[in-house]
């Protein structure tokens, strides 16, 4: 069974950065896609950054592209979310995920993915 644990979120002012790491244990083969999604209080859950687990296959909400990073340390059996220039818009609780399927092209599709963490906290000040 695959668990996933966030860390990392906390309070930021407008044009900081955090970095979010999503530890997981269980096993995840690296054609399993793995990322981030977020929920802003009143709204849907969506899709900000996912990614193969083992490398490749990035893919990124538009209001977060040149801003966000997503990437992997197999070794440690995380994944990150380098979060910079922040904005108050990126207020959410974020959310680890990984998918159960194989494949080889990662979405932001919020279906595709089984696993969910228990969310971590992100508030961005202006």
């Known amino acids: 069974q695959v668990q996933l644990m966030e860390s990392g979120g906390g309070s930021v002012q407008a044009g900081g950065s955090l970095r979010l790491s999503c530890a997981y244990s269980?096993?995840?083969?690296?054609?399993?896609?793995m990322g981030w999604f977020r929920q802003a209080p009143g709204k849907k859950r969506d899709g900000v950054a996912v990614m193969l687990a083992g490398g490749g296959s990035t893919d990124y909400a538009d209001s977060v592209k040149g801003r966000f990073t997503i990437s992997r340390d197999n070794a440690k059996n995380t994944i990150y979310l380098q979060m910079n220039t922040l904005k108050p818009e990126d207020t959410a609780m974020y959310y680890c995920?990984?998918?159960?399927?194989?494949?080889?092209?990662?979405?932001?599709?919020?279906?595709?993915?089984?696993?969910w963490g228990q969310g971590t906290q992100v508030t961005v000040s202006s």
């Open positions: 269980g096993y995840i083969s690296s054609t399993q896609c």
């Open positions: 995920a990984a998918a159960r399927d194989h494949n080889w092209s990662c979405r932001l599709r919020l279906g595709e993915y089984n696993y």
